[in-house]
């Protein structure tokens, strides 16, 4: 933020004794004053220096003060224009709001009150080199992303700006932790790879973990490595992920499926930071940071006794929230202008141009599965398409419309209990795969275990 002692203010004014009265006045804030008593001077101050407030005469030599605001506005658009004039003209001081200025004063002035403007402008100037800084590591970060890892995130709504601002913050700090939340399909192993990617650790390994894929006899072994004879049918030493991503990142995707004795031991390896293998009695010291996702409430889980609160206040120094898809609609345009390209590239099409029909069937559409959902969409249309043309025929939009209407009562009838909701979902699914649980978890985005929790919490039966 710009502190008073570094506000940057030039005074255009061809009467040096307006200029002099004013840079004196303003000497007592102790603000850094340029002045200038014609445009092609006040330009070259600009050109120069850096400038946060102008306060611009209406009746100058070479070029009128309306002219100069409409000018600093194209070429220095974060200048704050303050106009001053000699005569109280209702045109030239809505012309000049019109223009941008911020503020407008007929002379004589009380010199307070300009003070009191350019402390209200201050703030405007303050906003502005705010936004600008959010712009610029967002440029800069998409780019880094980019050229490491060959695709980006793309977005051009206010939550996926923050989160890109988000991502430069934590990927500065070397052993924060990261919780990732948001539905799946949100895309949160991206967002994890990309902390990494941008961190210092980029140069060693990312491990990507589902916590819900790993037996509960297995979990020592994977997580920590076993020793030459631990146990029957171990014939090597074996690397745990641990070891593994030492000076790097292990992302923990699903830690909500994480079985709750497993979630103790876990919550002690990190607090000692150290691991012993499955039969060593050495203990190895580790050094990677940890980045867990989940598309659960932790925080609500451990109320219901089924996640670790300590465990949850661990991995949680830092969380990043992914919005799903249907509530930052302006982004399907850009994501389905991506991925069209994306495939066209990697299948050799020569798609390059899509209906508009397609993009307000898209726009229409609630996307259950988010990111992931439209970018099976385009894969499949670009598959099917011969022309350069995508239509409404390529997707299958009505079909999948029809779906989600019926899966979740949907506009007909508006249901806001967000467990009704989710029973109903896993009724639906069930019937559909005639209850074979994997099926149906598959169709729901999920994994056989977080469904069957379910069914047990929904006391669902056949």
């Not at 050109?47 to 407030?53: A, K, L």
Request: proline residues 2%; glycine residues 4%; aromatic residues 8%.
């Amino acid at each position: 933020m710009i502190s008073v002692s570094d506000l940057r203010i030039l005074i255009l004014d061809d009467e040096q004794l307006v200029r002099d009265e004013l840079s004196e006045f303003l000497i007592d804030p102790n603000f850094h004053i340029f002045k200038a008593s014609t445009p092609s001077e006040a330009f070259e101050i600009m050109d120069r220096n850096e400038v946060h407030i102008a306060i611009v005469d209406v009746n100058l030599p070479e070029m009128s003060g309306l002219d100069v605001l409409e000018k600093i506005k194209k070429e220095h658009s974060d200048i704050e224009v303050i106009m001053i004039s000699g005569y109280s003209e209702m045109d030239s001081v809505i012309h000049s709001m019109r223009l941008g200025a911020s503020d407008f004063f007929t002379k004589p002035f009380r010199l307070r009150d300009v003070e009191h403007s350019i402390e209200r402008t201050k703030k405007f100037v303050n906003l502005n080199k705010s936004l600008q800084e959010v712009k610029r590591n967002y440029s800069i970060i998409s780019k880094e992303f980019y050229e490491a890892m060959g695709y980006e995130i793309v977005g051009e709504s206010r939550h996926m700006k923050n989160l890109i601002n988000l991502i430069g913050k934590v990927a500065k700090t070397e052993n924060t932790s990261v919780l990732i939340t948001g539905e799946s399909g949100t895309g949160k192993e991206l967002v994890a790879r990309a902390i990494h990617y941008l961190s210092s650790r980029k140069e060693n390994c990312f491990y990507a973990v589902n916590c819900s894929a790993i037996p509960e006899t297995l979990f020592e072994s994977e997580f920590f490595g076993h020793t030459k004879g631990a146990f029957t049918g171990a014939s090597d030493t074996k690397t745990g992920w641990f070891e593994a991503a030492n000076k790097g990142t292990l992302f923990l995707d699903e830690i909500g499926d994480m079985q709750l004795n497993l979630q103790t031991k876990f919550l002690r390896v990190l607090e000692d930071r150290k691991i012993r293998k499955v039969g060593s009695n050495i203990e190895i010291p580790f050094d990677t940071r940890i980045i867990a996702a989940t598309n659960q409430n932790l925080e609500e889980l451990s109320k219901e006794k089924g996640f670790r609160l300590d465990l949850y206040h661990r991995i949680s120094s830092f969380v990043i929230h992914l919005e799903p898809l249907r509530n930052r609609k302006e982004d399907i345009p850009l994501l389905l202008d991506y991925f069209v390209k994306y495939f066209n590239r990697i299948m050799a099409k020569n798609i390059n141009e899509v209906d508009e029909a397609v993009v307000r069937k898209l726009l229409a559409y609630e996307f259950p599965g988010n990111v992931r959902e439209l970018k099976n969409m385009v894969e499949r249309a670009v598959i099917i398409c011969d022309t350069n043309k995508l239509g409404l025929s390529h997707f299958q939009l009505n079909e999948v419309k029809e779906n989600y209407s019926d899966h979740y009562h949907y506009p007909s009838e508006e249901i806001l209990d967000l467990e009704l909701v989710e029973k109903n979902c896993i009724l639906k699914a069930l019937g559909r795969s005639n209850y074979n649980k994997s099926k149906a978890a598959d169709l729901l985005n999920i994994t056989w275990q977080s469904l069957d929790r379910r069914i047990k919490k929904y006391k669902i039966e056949k």
